[in-house]
């Protein structure tokens, strides 16, 4: 299992995931529809939108409609040749600090017929190797629903600590959750 960078070699793997029910975004089951529709519009397009390093892209819909700026993002794509899911990195630059509209560094997801396997611990630790390696941030905040027990296990076998319990803002349904937090100090060590 490797990340890769988004590409047409691997369109039709994404494709088959969002057809199949998957969504890189369980937030807003809507996401799988609305990337299906701009992939078969522009291709091209969808794929250099997962890399936007300057925030460059359109503002981002939140879940209940509203838009908001969006941060320096990209995505990388779970691969152990087929599809396995995403994981993403966005920060703020100049500051480590998250706007109250993104609660996390890092975001993952690994398809229902793949969970099971480590992918997600993999995932987590090669993009922490990338992050740290890049040198923009000197820890990485990672949040969960607090009954996602195994989000949690993969986040603590990267070496997340819990430093905060709180819940969500209505906008993300108000959930119990936690954050965890990775310095990148420690990430291969």
Not at 73 to 93: H, K, L, M, N, T
Not at 112 to 134: C, H, I, M, Q, T
Request: some cysteine; hydrophobic content about 40%.
């Amino acid at each position: 299992m490797d990340l890769v960078w988004p590409a047409t070699q691997y369109l039709p793997g994404y494709t088959h995931a969002l057809q199949q029910g998957w969504s890189p975004d369980h937030l807003r089951p809507q996401t799988a529809l609305d990337e299906l529709t701009q992939i078969a519009q522009d291709p091209a397009g969808f794929l250099s939108g997962k890399v936007d390093r300057e925030a460059k892209g359109p503002p981002i819909l939140l879940p209940d409609g509203s838009l908001v700026p969006r941060l320096p993002a990209y995505v990388r794509w779970i691969w152990d040749g087929e599809f396995c899911g995403s994981i993403g990195f966005r920060w703020q630059p100049g500051t480590t600090e998250l706007p109250a509209y993104c609660l996390g560094h890092i975001g993952y997801s690994v398809v229902p017929w793949k969970r099971g396997r480590g992918y997600a611990s993999r995932a987590l630790k090669l993009l922490l190797l990338e992050v740290r390696e890049d040198g923009r941030l000197p820890h990485v905040d990672i949040t969960t629903d607090a009954d996602n027990l195994a989000s949690q296990r993969v986040i603590e076998v990267n070496g997340g600590k819990l430093v905060e319990r709180f819940y969500k803002p209505a906008v993300y349904g108000g959930a119990e959750s936690l954050r965890f937090r990775i310095l990148l100090t420690h990430v291969g060590a």
